[in-house]
């Protein structure tokens, strides 16, 4: 078995360095396989790795982004006013191939075991860190990545069209490789505790995303494959309430703890931006105080009330103390979200909107009973009696709901977005880029320098610049 290290694609010196590097390996180490590696020992530092690093970037990258959050005071640039740094997406570039490589490592230690659902696993988290790689920034390597051992430091970058075939086909190829009748073995996964049902269902849930993600693209038959999908669910099973969702459970139990060592950082300079605030307060939403803080005006509490996005002119402007985020939300224990149920069903629910398939309004209900659920708030009765909560029929309102579904889901809110248009955000006179959402993240300046070659190669399966508008594949929404 290989040593574990990690590999920063497009930089000339392989790092040797310890892929298991919390303590999580001490816990789930099998004494009976001490000579080689199981593949639960590299399952659960790959699940806490990932977590931590989707709900960072998903603080402090997509909520400016998709205008859920802002900094405040912040008078000038910032990404709320989509002012994008060179660097913006350095952090997940690197980070996802880390744990990519780790990921490899798990495949091969799963061939080892010759166990069918570890190998499933493999592929599924596999499929979810290409589909995010490839989102961020269109062409990324795939085929050579994670080859350090076999000395390729500067891999080729793969088209997004084929990293989606691939990831796609691997999705397949694990719905049928999971074996119900066969345990996982090895110590518990601290996901889903070794049910290997709930594993399956994740990955298809997965499946139905990416496929969703491809859908303008109309010679992937995506919406055809979504339906097939969705009126067979005993071969593709997803999930079917809250409980199943892939949600990760953090105890406040070293190792598994809350990624902010700080709670009352997650709110540090940050308040509520308007537009997401006032969609909650028309509907009288449920999730708002376990979203967000209350705001005072001359010390009087006014409610939940938000600051606009890029807004323009001075902080002197807003006469209170808006809202900001609760800590609670990082407070251990806490939950990070990888794919939820309430996800799934507005997946449904679109595909129904769209006329593939039947019953658009009840998967719609059941999407947004589901993602005030997830977040442990209690649905209204008459919720759906409030006509702007209620289902219309268009995909604005399914997008809309999606959006409040997508919270704190990675960078699922702004990749939806780029697909949809939707929700409709509100620009202003303080934006960068003409007031045009960014469609990509540029590369890493170190793969610009040290992977020159590739790179060059890159920008041509791209189709232009290194730049934020330079659509990525499947973005083809005018």
Known sequence: MKKLHFIIIGISISLSLSSCDSNFEEVNEDPNRLAEISPATILNPILYGLADHNADRSWSVNFDLMQVTLPFPSVSGGLHRY??????????????????????????????????????????????????????????????????????????????QSIYESVLADLERANDLYDTDRSMQYAADILYDNDVTLWKK?????????????????????????????????????????????????????????????????????????????????????????????????????????????????????????????????????????????????????????????????????????????????????????????????LARIMLQKYYALYFVDYQQWFEYRRTGLPELPTTEAMFNDKKMPSRFFYPSDVQISNGANYEEALDLLGGPDDINTKVWWDTKD
């Open 202 to 394: 994740f990955t298809n849930a997965l499946h139905m995303r990416l496929l969703l993600r491809i859908s303008n693209r109309t010679e992937t038959n995506a919406f055809q494959k979504l339906t097939e999908m969705i009126n067979n669910p005993v071969k593709y099973p997803v999930f079917e309430n809250t409980e199943e969702s892939a949600v990760l459970d953090i105890t406040g139990v070293a190792p598994n703890v809350s990624p902010w060592g700080r709670p009352q950082d997650f709110r540090l300079g940050t308040k509520m931006a308007e537009f997401f605030v006032d969609n909650l307060n028309t509907w009288d939403d449920p999730r708002r105080p376990i979203i967000e803080t209350t705001a005072d005006s001359s010390d009087i509490n006014i409610g939940y009330k938000g600051i606009p996005s890029a807004y323009d002119g001075p902080e002197s402007q807003f006469n209170f103390d808006a809202s900001t985020l609760n800590i609670d939300q990082v407070t251990d224990p806490m939950q990070i979200f990888f794919l939820t149920y309430a996800e799934v069903e507005f997946i449904k629910a679109e595909v129904a909107q769209r006329g593939f398939t039947e019953n658009a309004q009840n998967h719609y209900e059941n999407g947004v009973r589901a993602a005030i659920d997830q977040l442990g708030a209690t649905m209204p009765e008459d919720y759906f009696d409030n006509p702007v909560a209620a289902y219309d029929g268009t």
């Open 83 to 160: 002012d994008v740094s060179l660097g913006v997406g350095n952090s997940s570039y690197y980070w996802y191939y880390r744990w990519a490589n780790n990921i490899s490592e798990l495949q091969e230690a799963a061939d080892n075991a010759e166990n069918p659902n570890y190998q499933a696993i493999g592929l599924t988290l596999h499929a979810m860190v290409y589909a995010n790689l490839t989102d961020m920034f269109g062409p990324v390597p795939m085929g050579e990545a994670s080859q350090g051992e076999e000395g390729t430091f500067y891999p080729k970058f793969d088209s997004q």
